[in-house]
């Protein structure tokens, strides 16, 4: 059975579980579900509202042992995935 860490609701209709690696946010108004990834947790996590891209890609880089060699990859990835905005990426 899945452990569930924490449970909230917020003003716009979200309900949000984070289940072991996962967070799952799940629409009332729309009715739809969305599942967060664990490297979608560890940035849902460490957002806040002056939080720079950059911070967010050192801290998966470093939270991934990811080498100075690959990070240029790694962040294409990001991109590509759109887990990162290729514009704020590169600001």
Request: proline share 0%; charged share 35%; glycine share 4%.
């Amino acid at each position: 059975m899945a452990k569930i860490v924490y449970c909230s609701k917020t003003d716009d209709g979200m309900l949000i579980d984070a289940v072991e690696d996962n967070i799952l946010i799940y629409d009332e108004i729309g009715g739809k579900v969305h599942v967060l990834n664990s490297t979608s947790k560890l940035i849902w996590d460490n957002i806040y509202e002056n939080t720079k891209v950059e911070d967010l890609e050192n801290l998966i880089f470093d939270s991934y042992d990811i080498k100075d060699e690959e990070k240029e990859s790694v962040r294409q990835d990001m991109i590509k995935s759109k887990l990162v905005c290729k514009f704020l990426s590169y600001q």
